[in-house]
């Protein structure tokens, strides 16, 4: 047998990688396509979030689909054409990440994304605290970094450069609630004392600090604030305390896994206070439903998209069912949000004419989407200058005869608010 030094195998090597480069290269010039673009998607899709993780990659490959082909009869960003038209028609690709709902594998996955995939853009993360760390990774390699769903307030006041964030932050989703308590106890409820549970994270304990302030500076008690790590073994010593406060309504912070604890919690507890309204958009995941049956009804939520948003906007119909007609489900609120946070991107992308990150990053800053291409409520998507979303705001939902119904605004509700929620024996 014929033996070869170490340098004569690694030349070998190198020519046959070098080789099998250029016959993919000549192998798209012959169909006359150049590569595809990468985008590098970091999410939780393995872990105590896959769930979630595989709505928002259906979410996503449902955006890029829509850019990589036709779609006459669709009022979005890139939909009539096939390709990205100001790249020659280059296709969109996504390599994806798994995060596992980790900050520190969040943060490896999207150095491994821009350095091994050389993904000229990054989406994600879902969690607050794994946004945190994988926008990071791509802060210091000055590659722009788009945030569908996140909504620490946080994320845009650290002077990033490269982070951009389509959806609404704790701060707007706060507002919200408070402005629909001000509404009720304008309508003669009385209204007077909060509650908090959060888990502990960036995304909890930032959201809880905002309730807390929002709380106090529109004159409310704020009888208990209780924080725990995510996930809980058990959750009842927590709601003891807080049932023992006697609020008058509690404000969430929580992942699926949480709500489904405190969710069984409290029915055990044979206690609910008039209303509890969360940050997380658990309740509009369709796994929390299936999980707790009639036990989640009346439960209320901020949400900067519900699927009752079609009745008024034809296109959220037309989007949801292919969605429905790929996957099998509808769309929930973060999938909604996934799915604007990638036309955003590749719009931008598209207008930059260019794979250069800087060139990307001049365009996501001179976006301008109109609300009627968006399948969210919005007046459309433009960045300040932090990289917030201006327009990007929320209704509230709740959870009535197995349906994720818009209560509030008033004026666009699609159902009558349930207030107060009644108790365990009458429901």
Sequence with gaps: MTRISRRQFLERSGAALVSLALADRLTSWAWGQEPAVTVGAVYPLTGALARIGAAIRNAIELAVDIVNNPYPDLNLPLARTAGLPRLGGRRLRVVWGDSRGDPATGRAEAERLLEQERAVALIGSYQSAVTATASLAAEARGVPFLNPESSSPRLTERGFKWFFRTGPHDITFTRIMFDMVEDLRRRGHRISRVAILAEDSEFGATAAGVAKGFAQSRGYTVAAMELYTSPPSSLTAELLRIRAANPDFVIGANYLVDAVLITRTLKEMRWFPQGFMVHAGFTTVPDYLNTVGRDGYYFLARAPWALGIARRKPLVARVNELYRRKHGADMDEVAARAFTGMMTLADAINRAGSTAPASIQRALR???????????????????????????????VQILEGEYKVVWPFDVAEAELVWPAPPWDRR
Aim: net charge negative.
């Design 366 to 396: 001179e976006t301008n989407i109109p609300g009627a291409q968006l399948i969210m409520p919005w007046q459309g998507v433009q960045f300040d200058d932090k990289g917030q979303n201006r327009h990007a705001t929320g209704v509230m």
